[in-house]
């Protein structure tokens, strides 16, 4: 299976670019950068690992992802907070992030099975 195939991946990229069009007039700059960045980096990483050829290097990506999700939930909270971020946006945000940080989590235990079960045999 390819990573274009996967729902997590799938949000994740309309996640990313949701940061982008509703951020798009933002005059901060370097927020907006970071937490689009953030939103990048989520879904980069997942493709990213799902192109490596060991199951080792794909849960490390994956961290990276789950660790970007953090990033970005954070993130929103602070704009939230600054009234850069619409507080129903940035709900949906957070709960979406909650949702894909589940599912990498899911994709890394699925992984370390995996690793696991073809090192006993």
Do not use: H, P
Not at 48 to 66: D, M, P, Q, T
Not at 80 to 106: F, P, Q
């Amino acid at each position: 299976m390819q990573f274009e195939d996967l729902d997590i991946w799938k949000r994740s990229a309309r996640l990313s670019a949701d940061l982008y069009k509703e951020l798009k007039y933002l005059k901060d700059y370097g927020f907006k950068d970071q937490i689009t960045r953030s939103g990048l980096s989520i879904r980069s990483n997942i493709s990213e690992g799902c192109e490596r050829v060991s199951a080792k290097e794909c849960i490390n990506f994956l961290n990276y992802a789950k660790g970007s999700c953090g990033e970005l939930r954070t993130q929103v909270m602070i704009g939230m907070e600054i009234d850069y971020i619409n507080r129903d946006i940035g709900k949906g945000w957070l709960e979406e992030t909650k949702a894909i940080s589940a599912m990498v989590g899911g994709l890394i235990r699925a992984k370390r099975n995996y690793l696991n079960n073809k090192g006993s045999k």
